[in-house]
């Protein structure tokens, strides 16, 4: 399926949409994906690299830590 992504300059996805969207400052790409991808519940945990999107499983890690760190 088509769906669009919103990345900022270190190539973090920030927002999906199965539209075209703008948000200013921000790249928008055009990608595909399979139906009931990952990347719909967790847009924050991928990067758009080499024209691909990776899931950042250090990023995921550190945000984890974060978060159990404020409870």
Do not use: W
Not at 57 to 70: C, G, L, M, T, Y
């Amino acid at each position: 399926m088509k769906l669009y992504i919103v990345i900022n300059a270190e190539d973090r996805v920030l927002s999906v949409s199965d539209t075209p969207i703008s948000m200013g400052g921000f790249e928008t790409i055009e990608v595909e994906v399979q139906d009931g991808a990952e990347i719909f519940t967790h847009p924050t945990s991928f990067k758009y690299e080499n024209g691909s999107l990776v899931k950042d499983e250090s990023f995921v890690i550190e945000s984890a830590k974060k978060i159990r760190s404020n409870c």
